[in-house]
């Protein structure tokens, strides 16, 4: 079931994980975004899905060198008439899978646009793949790989192809951003704790140094969602 936004996530869950990471599903309407996150949440897909409406978001809990990562995986809706309520919710992200339709030009002529418009509202560098869905649409095709690479390369992305019919590289597209996440926190740990050997007196104690600003981010971003800030005009 999806996790809705106005309930309190229970306190046990709160306190197990290790690292808690808000990622952003980006893109226009229809490439595909709410099957991506069901079939990676939770192994569904639905030919029929209506269009998401505001903002929802599933967590999903993995395993990264024994440390417990919770990834908070906000779905924001790509219709026009939306972008202004679901700019809020870029804050604090540290993800983002930019999704385009591999059957659909207009799409991935999109992704400038979503990807100013994730830079503009971030408050940080974001790790960030683009996503090229529905690679099950072979006959149907407007963009090709070469294509999908290239952009990817001259922005600073990653990028990967996928499909939420079949499963394909579903699981990768967000395993390869949750792990750059961590691998980039983990440096920041590690430059964070040379620097308390080197000065005792430094005040720092490693990850709660580098993630306070995310915790505060992430306070208001869920206090924004309990006000209804997702579903209000």
Known sequence: MMANPDEEQPQTQQQTEDYLFKIVLIGDAAVGKSNLL????????????????GVEFQTQKMEINNKE??????D?????????????????????LLVYDISRRLTFDSVGRWLN?????????????LVGNKCDLKEGREVTTAEGKALAEAQGMFFIETSALDSSNVNAAFQKVVNEIY???SRKVMQSQELKEKDPDWM??????????EDEKQQETEA???????CSS
């Open 224 to 230: 924004i969602a309990k006000k209804g800030g997702c």
């Open 204 to 213: 720092g104690d490693g990850k709660t140094v580098v993630l306070q600003a």
């Open 76 to 96: 924001t809706a790509g219709q026009e008439r939306f972008r202004a309520v679901t700019s809020a919710y870029y804050r604090g992200a540290v993800g983002a």
């Open 38 to 53: 069901a079939r990676f949440a939770r192994d569904e897909f639905h030919a029929n899905s209506k269009s998401t409406i």
């Open 183 to 185: 691998y980039i926190l």
């Open 117 to 129: 418009e994730l830079q503009t509202h971030s408050d940080m560098n974001v790790v960030t793949i």
């Open 69 to 74: 990562v919770k990834a908070q995986i906000w």
